[in-house]
């Protein structure tokens, strides 16, 4: 059974608190993608990756950062929180073939105080 | 820039009645789309997808899809819904560019069905 992986469901942090936000995937997949999920505004796209120590900017990449030291492993970095990033973070991966469904891991939902 | 549309936030249905998800994108050429579904407490799975070939697609759970090319639309249905319906629905689209996806999701609609 395929799957993506989220080191923690839920995370309460301090403002200006650095974040770090673990994904692990078992798929060999060489793309994966760090969204964060709000009501009314559905999944938006921070960061992605598509091989290791690549990455892309997203839609919405400020204040983020990210790392993919291994193909499997890509962290999501908040290099010092705010409340406005208090959300629900989802980290996905897939296959850079011509068939890119996306797998999606259980979701990270941080508040930010 | 892309985009994807779902035009309805939330529908409240009753079971047995018929359901219809609109979906729009904005970009032409090459266009793979999806639709996704998350269910109360439980993370993102793939209900559908099209690539290519026959423009009606089916998912799981009954569900089904139907890509118009000339109105740019991938709207979801099912002919009657059950209470385990009830989640909220995602579609999405990805277009290759650059040599790497470009994946774009719609804000979501979410079905209440009621027993």
Redesign the interface.
């Known amino acids: 059974d395929v799957k993506v992986t989220q080191s923690s469901r839920y995370l309460v942090k301090r403002t200006g608190e650095k974040v770090f936000l673990e994904c692990v995937q078992d798929m060999d997949h060489e ?1 994966m ?1 760090w ?1 964060r999920q709000d009501p ?6 921070i960061y ?1 990756s ?1 091989d290791v120590k690549m990455k ?1 900017k997203g839609d919405i990449p400020e204040g983020y950062s990210v790392s993919r030291e291994k193909k499997e492993r890509f962290s999501l970095i908040l290099e010092s929180a705010s409340t406005n990033q208090t959300s629900m973070y ?1 980290c ?1 991966s ?1 296959s ?1 073939s ?5 797998f ?4 990270t939902r941080l508040t930010v105080l | 820039a892309q985009s994807v549309s ?1 035009h309805n ?1 939330h529908v409240i249905l009753s079971e047995a009645a018929s359901l219809e998800l609109g979906c729009n994108y904005s970009y032409g050429g090459t266009v ?1 789309l ?1 639709w ?1 579904v998350q269910y109360p407490g ?5 209900l559908l ?1 099209y ?1 290519s070939g026959d423009p009606l697609v089916k998912g799981i759970k009954g569900f089904e899809a139907e890509f118009i090319k000339s109105k740019f639309s991938f709207n979801l249905r099912k002919p009657s819904v059950q209470w385990s319906d009830t989640a909220e629905y ?1 579609c ?1 689209g ?1 277009r ?1 560019s650059g ?3 470009k ?6 609609t979410k079905l209440q069905v009621i027993p």
């Open positions: 793309n993608f969204y009314g505004l559905g999944l938006r796209l992605f598509y892309e989802l996905a897939s850079p011509s068939r890119p469904e996306q999606f891991g259980p979701g | 779902q936030h793979n999806f996704y439980q993370h993102l799975q793939l997808k690539f995602f999405a990805v290759f040599g790497y996806q994946v774009t999701f719609g804000t979501g």
